[in-house]
């Protein structure tokens, strides 16, 4: 089963900043997805990061709102940027190598 | 992909079965049951998964009905470390790509 490192684990940041999430995995993998859970919500995917290209994002996420970069084959960032308060939840990573697998996210609070 | 139904909550004694039902009537042949756990504050992780035979592993057993439109997972014996929320979840890929996460059941082991 892949590993996957997830950092920070949480942050308090100030509305109008940024914050840059990573993800680093124990073994090379095609494709990479980042999740959001609001608080008290289930998981929303936000996109899905393959290496050399753009991430593709879901319906009510955008690239300005949310860049994800994908150097290689086993990292990827997620960076929340000109944060607010309704940014407040948990950001996951996911891959997906004979099952899906899942970092154990970053808790945001946007004050 | 299919969309599923669970119950919003469930209790369950420690030491006995827990019987988490998930209702799948749209499912189409060639879609996976998967079913994955979120313990409080911690990724969501992959507990089995199945297509048309039941299947049992170190964690759990998936029961599928005959037509396939609902499932029922089984921990046999549950222990407090298993308070969780549980999802089931349909997908075309097998073990999923993007897992598209419902609300699920909050199940909670008492003592």
């Known amino acids: 089963s892949a590993v996957i490192s997830q950092k920070p684990s949480r942050d308090i940041c100030q509305r109008g900043t940024s914050l840059t999430i990573q993800c680093q995995v124990d073994?090379?993998?095609?494709?990479m997805f980042w999740y959001r859970q609001q608080p008290g919500q289930s998981l929303t995917l936000i996109a899905t990061?393959?290496?050399?290209?753009?991430?593709?994002?879901e319906s009510g996420f955008v690239i300005d709102k949310f860049p994800i970069s994908r150097p290689n084959l086993t990292f990827s960032t997620l960076t929340v940027s000109n944060m607010s308060p309704e940014d407040s939840s948990i950001y996951l990573c996911?891959?997906?190598?004979?099952?899906?697998?899942f970092g154990q996210g970053t808790r945001l609070t946007v004050v | 992909d299919a969309k599923t139904t669970q119950p919003t909550s469930m209790d369950c004694a420690e030491g006995r079965a827990a019987n988490l039902p998930c209702n799948h009537s749209?499912?189409?042949?060639?879609?996976?049951v998967y079913w994955y756990r979120q313990i409080h504050s911690q990724g969501p992780q992959y507990i089995i998964h199945?297509?048309?035979n039941n299947e049992t592993n170190e964690m759990a057993s998936l029961i599928i009905t005959e037509d396939r439109k609902s499932s029922t997972l089984i921990l046999p014996h549950a222990t407090l470390r298993d308070t969780a929320v549980y999802y089931c979840?349909?997908?075309?890929?097998?073990?999923?790509?993007?897992?598209?996460f419902g609300k699920g059941t909050s199940l909670l082991v008492t003592p």
């Open positions: 996911s891959v997906v190598e004979q099952g899906a697998f």
């Open positions: 990061a393959n290496q050399g290209s753009e991430a593709t994002y």
């Open positions: 199945g297509l048309k």
């Open positions: 073994s090379q993998v095609t494709m």
């Open positions: 979840i349909v997908s075309k890929v097998k073990f999923g790509y993007a897992l598209n």
């Open positions: 749209t499912i189409s042949g060639n879609e996976y």
